[in-house]
Structure formats: structure tokens, C-alpha cells
């Protein structure tokens, strides 16, 4: 099984502040990484897909980087919102099984505040 | 585009009791999925179709658990009897096709307090 993990837990900011987060997962046959955020009482909304290694994301002030050789991503807010507090939740489909449901890690619960 | 509809939205059951959620996916999606976050975990998958197929079900507690798709389209989730520990949100999630490149479109999901 997949072993999805996400760093930190949680994280408290000021508005303003830029932050970043983990997702780690194992760097063998790796096909995609998917970003969601999921903010409370709405649906889950994907962020990015990447796939290459060195890929690059962006989305307003939320960017994204991938490392498979080593298996991890970056996600990073520049300037904090309030808005931007979230769960931000990352997945991968499991390594021998492309074609089947993405496992998800337990997500990092950004708060931020005004 | 409308999005993943999901219903109900909450629901209050007490243990040994039965219940229903219903998913209508994004129009032209053939893979559904159905996912249980307890709190404090990331989403499980319990089900994924393609099409009316099942695709995998390995994690739905048989037993208590049934899912249908009828004509590809809707889809109900079915809990009987319900247990305590069934206490999660359950999404509906819908893609395009069953790829890995495939984004997901999530429904608000459904909040099921057993007591």
C-alpha cells in the first residue's frame, strides 16, 4: 500500500506570511501527484497535476514543486490570506496500478489569520 | 459546468439503523468514485467505478457496505446496520476517465453522525 505523507499536521499564520508544506511519498515508479485544497463546509478543488520530475506549478499565489527522484512536493502560499485556510491534501495513484483511485495523505490544515 | 451533486449533506442516525447517500456525477464522467474521511484521516476510497462497473472495491466492508451505479450515471452508497464507527464524511468524487492524469471533481460530501 501507498504511503502518502504530509507535513506539518497543521500550521497557524499571520496574514501575510508566506508558507510551505510536504507531501512525501516513494520515489519508485512514480506516475502522478495531485493537489487539492478543501476548505471547510465546501468541496475538495484540485489544485495541480504533475507529473514530470522538476515540474513547476503555479495557480495565483499557490505554486508547487515535484522531486521524484527524491519523492516529495512543495507546495507554497506566497502572502497569506484568510481565505487560503484549508486543508490541503495531496495523492498519488498507487505505483503498479496507474489507472486506479488516487490515495490521499492526511493533509495539512493551514489556518490563517487577520 | 455543475459540479458533483451530493445529498443529503448531514445526517443523524443511531447505531443498527440504515442509510442512503446519492451522488450525481459531472455529465460525461464515466469514473465515480466513494471515499470515507474520519476525522483526523486523509480520504479512503470504499468503491471506484467506470461506467456501471466495479473497478475496485477492495476496502468496502462487504458486510454492511453496498454501492450501485445504475446506467453509468447516479450512483447510492448504503450502510445497514450502521455502526459507530462509521461516523465520517463521504464524498462522491467524479473524472473524466480512470487515468492518472485525471483531476477530480468532488461533491460537498455527506456528514453521517451514528450515535
Known amino acids: ?114 | 459546468e455543475a459540479g458533483v451533486a451530493q445529498s443529503p449533506r448531514y445526517k443523524i442516525i443511531e447505531k443498527r439503523q440504515s442509510v442512503a447517500f446519492w451522488c450525481n456525477p459531472i455529465s460525461g464522467h464515466a469514473t465515480l468514485y466513494w471515499y470515507q474521511q474520519i476525522l483526523g484521516q486523509g480520504p479512503k476510497l470504499l468503491i471506484q467505478f467506470q461506467n456501471n462497473g466495479v473497478v475496485d472495491d477492495s476496502q468496502l466492508p462487504k458486510d454492511r457496505f453496498s454501492a450501485e451505479r445504475l446506467k453509468g450515471v447516479d450512483s447510492t452508497l448504503k450502510i445497514q446496520p450502521a455502526k459507530l464507527e462509521d461516523s465520517a464524511v463521504y464524498l462522491c468524487a467524479s473524472s473524466l476517465d480512470q487515468g492518472f492524469g485525471y483531476g477530480y471533481t468532488f461533491g460537498s460530501g455527506t456528514r453521517l453522525t451514528v450515535v
Open chain 1, 1 to 114: 500500500i501507498l504511503n502518502v505523507e504530509q507535513s506539518p499536521q497543521s500550521l497557524h499564520v499571520q496574514e501575510g506570511d508566506s508558507t510551505n508544506f510536504t507531501c512525501s511519498f516513494p520515489s519508485s515508479n512514480f506516475y502522478a501527484l495531485h493537489w487539492y485544497r478543501w476548505e471547510t463546509a465546501k468541496s475538495p478543488e484540485a489544485l495541480f497535476v504533475m507529473t514530470l520530475n522538476g515540474d513547476e506549478k503555479k495557480k495565483g499565489r499557490i505554486s508547487a514543486t515535484l522531486n521524484t527522484k527524491e519523492g516529495y512536493s512543495y507546495l507554497y502560499i506566497k502572502g497569506s490570506q484568510p481565505e487560503d485556510s484549508a486543508t490541503y491534501l495531496c495523492a498519488l495513484p498507487p505505483p503498479n496500478q496507474a489507472g486506479t483511485a488516487l490515495i490521499f495523505g492526511k493533509g495539512t490544515t493551514l489556518s490563517v489569520s487577520s
